[in-house]
């Protein structure tokens, strides 16, 4: 079997049992390979910094080439390759291995799945959304809210929108951890008290102790909410790393890149990036390792 059969193949298979999008029940779930160890085979690290030369180096991800499929109650977008979709070059940026742009209809949602050594973030968009885990959490997130689960040595959990009649927006993001099989842990916050305005602010990081949520990895995520022409400068907290900007409203400029909403710049090899906002934005940067 060729290298690519042979990723596709485990990639489907994982996404099939991982992902949870056969609803199976816990207790029907056959055991698999560890989620940690089927995604890591998939990954190349194929954007990695570049020692010799010390010139920027960017991916742009255009918002209609991602992968998209619509199963009636889930109407999904696949930045990188999940489920059904498959692009070999497609596989991850870095450590960040899953952003998913979710649609879920009234009353529906995801049955109790499994994952394990994953650090998996939601940060809704619009409604609401009910969580529930085998460590006994019970929980609704919405918008202005961040969720993050380490899945460590193995966790259950559903996820269904709340609402009979709204449905429900987010995002599901998957990185992957620098230290595996830790104890399971579940934790969400309110954005709302630490939130800017025409400046990014941190929304999670490595760092129990410091603002935002913190996940198993050397990971920092902020936001911000730009006026039309405002400008902030994100600095990078390490050299080694690189950073994923998300375009959720409006249109801005990254690097001399415009890009539109839902948008994907990946950019590394550099000490900071410079955002402008060419009308009224809203942009998701994730800072992540370049290599596991």
Known sequence: MNRKKFLQKSLLGAAGMVAGYSLLEAKNTPTVQSTYHQLMAQVGFNHLPNKEEKT???????????????????DSHHTFSFANYYNPDRMNFGVLRVLNDDIVSAGRGFGTHPHDNMEI?????AGNLEHKDSMGTTSVIKEGDIQVMSAGTGVYHSEYNQNKDEEVRFLQI?????????????????????????????????????????????????????????????????????VYAFVLEGEVTIGGQQLSKRDGFGVWNTPQIEVEANKAAKVLLMEVPMQA
Do not use: C
């Not at 916050?189 to 129990?208: D, G, T």
């Open 174 to 242: 998957w990185v992957f951890p620098n230290t595996q099989n830790v104890t399971p842990r579940y934790d969400q916050i309110s954005l709302q008290a630490i939130e800017k305005h025409n400046a990014f602010y941190q929304i999670l990081s490595p760092n129990k102790d410091d603002q935002g949520v913190w996940v198993h990895q050397d990971a920092w995520f902020n936001m911000g909410k730009f006026d039309k022409e405002a400008k902030d400068t994100y600095r990078l907290n390490k050299a080694t790393n690189g």
């Open 56 to 74: 920027m180096n960017t991916v742009l991800h255009k918002a209609d080439t991602r992968g998209h499929a619509n199963h009636g109650w889930l």
């Open 121 to 125: 973030i939601s940060i809704p968009l």
